[in-house]
């Protein structure tokens, strides 16, 4: 006789078969929905040695090596080339620092900006007195525009384009902020147009020298009005040099905000390590902004990213916040992937016991079914109640070889009592068959 504890398991057998080609089929498109897991490298496009973007990546870099994340540097000229290298996704660049106005969404579908982090003010130094007539003091002189790919160029030739000059006016060299600085000081050139924050150690060196000027914007507020990307700022007078009073008055400034841009593969853990990074770097106040003015959810020229979005609203997420960031990786990867064990396996066992339970009563109503078809044909008559009864030994055979489980043992005890039932209706008929030509005999003789 079969164990019934056997018999259950073969039974559900297939039901677990299921469970796991289901669950295995949800975890995989799981895997798929999730992507890789987060690279150990990423390679960030910074600016030229000195530079704004050069000295934060530096910073950026050593904040993400506390998350075991290598940040790889790799110089650039400045924004312009940035980009470029994160369009192409060729370059292997991930992530890159540039300012606004040198891109759209339509020139760069596949980048996304994490936020503003700073103002980047254009700085127009002049050896000599301010000019009041701008053709007449950059005629024929040496000056200094930042080499090409970099957004010193890109907004110093914008701005004389704005005010009717070509760039046969003067002499443009495409000179780095460092090599700009001593060739300004050492009279090597007579004006540089800079792009560069105010902590970038050559603007503070050009301010307070006494033999160069700051050029001011009298029309500040026109560049803004045409150039929404850009903003009005203010330089207090003596902040350069208090001692000297250098600059002597407020200037008026034009500046564009640097953003902090990304490939949109990008893995969203690595973006939420750069927004941490960006807020440690980029929140204490300075002379342009308040403190927790920056990282901002700004937008000119790309869109945020989903990460940035949420990052701007409820900052990073809860496991990221509390967890070494591996470790909070891989805890995000298990809560994900209980899902489909949650969502699939439980249904399916929940309903184990059910299915069972159909199973054992399918498999003695199915005899029940034979037995009414027995029941069907001898009320019918006509049908040989021999053939009838040997169906109905070997039904009560399959029954007798039928092993369930005890809860299910009173269906099958029913099915025996019926089977009785009906073998004693076939051999009444049986018997009255033989009967019946006995009986007809003796009337035959006497009549």
């Known amino acids: 006789m079969q164990d019934p ?16 080609v289901l669950i295995l089929v949800a975890i995989t498109a799981t895997l798929a ?11 960030m496009s910074t600016g030229t040695p000195g530079s704004d973007y050069e ?20 110089p650039s000229a400045g924004g312009v080339e940035n980009i470029r290298r994160l369009d192409d996704p060729k370059s292997g660049v991930a992530v890159g620092f540039a300012q606004s106005g040198l891109t759209s969404e339509a020139q760069s579908p596949d980048l996304e900006s994490l936020g503003t982090l700073f103002y980047e003010p254009f700085w127009f130094f002049y050896r000599g007195e301010p000019p009041k007539d701008l053709r007449a003091a950059l005629t024929g ?20 384009a704005l005010n009717g000059l070509d ?13 700009t600085g001593d060739a300004l000081q050492h009279g090597e050139i007579d004006a540089a147009m800079i792009v560069a924050s105010w902590d970038a150690p050559v603007v503070r060196r050009l301010l307070a020298s006494s033999e160069l000027n700051l050029v001011g914007f009298a029309r500040a507020g026109a560049y803004v009005a ?3 990307s850009l903003t009005k700022l203010t330089l207090p007078a003596g902040v350069g040099n208090m001692a000297t009073n250098r600059p002597p008055s407020d200037v008026n400034l034009i500046a564009p905000k640097t953003s902090l841009i990304v490939r949109r593969d990008l893995h969203p853990a690595i ?4 927004l941490e990074a960006a807020s440690e770097v980029h929140s204490p106040p300075g002379i342009f902004q308040q403190s927790g003015q920056f990282p901002a959810a700004e937008t000119f020229d790309l869109p945020l990213s989903k990460q940035a979005r949420q990052f701007y609203k409820s900052g990073t997420p809860l496991l990221q916040r509390y967890l070494p960031f591996w470790l909070a990786v891989l805890a995000m990867r298990l809560l994900v992937l209980l899902i489909p064990l949650v969502g699939v396996a439980y249904p399916l066992l929940r309903l184990a016991p059910a299915i069972y339970g159909w199973s054992m009563r399918h498999r003695i109503f199915r005899l029940y ?22 169906r109905l030994e070997r039904l009560e055979e399959r029954a007798d070889r039928l092993r369930v489980p005890n809860a299910f043992a009173h269906l099958l005890y029913h099915l025996r009592n019926h089977i009785d039932l009906v073998r004693a209706r076939l051999q009444q008929a049986a018997a009255a068959a033989v009967k019946s030509p006995a009986s007809a005999k003796p009337q035959s003789a006497a009549a």
């Open 226 to 228: 045409l150039y929404p």
């Open 141 to 160: 002189k040496r000056v200094s525009v930042g080499p090409e790919g970099g957004g010193t160029r890109a907004l110093a030739l914008e701005f004389l």
């Open 55 to 74: 000295l934060f990546a530096q910073r950026y870099k050593t904040i993400l090596s506390r998350a075991g994340v290598e940040l790889r540097l790799m």
């Open 271 to 274: 973006q939420y390590l750069l």
């Open 5 to 20: 504890r056997a018999l259950l398991g073969r039974s559900i057998r297939w039901l677990y078969v299921v469970a796991a």
């Open 33 to 43: 929905w999730l992507g890789p897991l987060p690279s150990r490298v990423v390679v």
């Open 369 to 390: 079914g034979e037995l009414k078809f027995i029941d069907i044909e001898f009320e019918a008559g006509g049908a040989d109640v021999s053939d009838l009864v040997a």
């Open 167 to 179: 760039q046969n006016i003067a002499q443009l060299l495409p000179l780095t902020l460092e090599q």
